[in-house]
């Protein structure tokens, strides 16, 4: 059994037990025995299944499904989990300077984390969404490893720039699959996504949506005319500078999380190196892209507010 590379910060199980009262460690040791005898599933650290089951809303056979489907999705998806480098992947640098996908440091009114998200460069030309979603994705990954377990994840998106030519590049087929992921593998409470300074492309973007999102997932998703309805969710303080909060301006808020990133490079690597299932080796039927990324299927549990 290979040794295992930790991320370079982390929130240590000790410290998670002590943050939720429902925590057992007789519920990660069943866990870790379960996955032992799963021979298609990589190895992993015990602290990765408080996130798992913390996500799950401590309930074991959710739980077990979410971790399948986490690193089977990730082996199926190269176009989005490869090429994770981000100091020497060109791609990924190139997409760094065009979308903004980062962290902001204050919580919600209601203790939920924020992700935000906007287009830096509105030159559809260099637009690549299955970069920007490997960036989101990375990014999401960091967030919930470093600030550990949390009531739930809220993504911020301003749509400002957003064109037709924007759309165009998307493909139907990535968009299913990578709504799958967020569906039925990420192990994050998603409690709402906020999108403001909508357009009307938006519309034709979540048509193209629809047949791939589960009713649970579009009932998260809120639109925004302006900042004012934002505020009811979020201070406006916690917000980048540009929209009257205190967070700092984006560009530095987008150089500080780039650094992170480029910190956590080894953990990238180490990831694709080894966190991939081997179908091979799996008990049930193997997997392959049709099976595994079909509309049918339970989504992951979600509490909607």
Known sequence: MSSITLPTRYVT???ECKRNPELKMSDLQMLKDWMDKQPHLPNIEMMYFVLFLHSNYYHLESTKKTIDNFFTSRTHMPEVFSNRDPIAWKELRKTF???AAVPLEQKTKKGYIVTFG???DPDPSKFDYLECMKYLFMTCEVQNVIRGTS???VIIMDASGLSFGHIARLNLMNLKKI???VQEAIPVRLKAIHIFNTVPIIDTLLNMIKPFAKAE???LVHFHSSLE???EFLPIEALPNEYGGKAGSIEEIVTKHVKLLEEFREWFQYDELVGRVNESLRVEKCQNTESLFGVDGSFKRLEID
Do not use: D, N, R
């Open 179 to 181: 709504l799958y992921y």
């Open 97 to 99: 300077t065009v979308v």
């Open 229 to 231: 309805t934002v505020q």
């Open 13 to 15: 199980i000790e410290e």
């Open 118 to 120: 906007k287009l830096l």
């Open 151 to 153: 009531e739930g994840l």
């Open 217 to 219: 997932l579009l009932k």
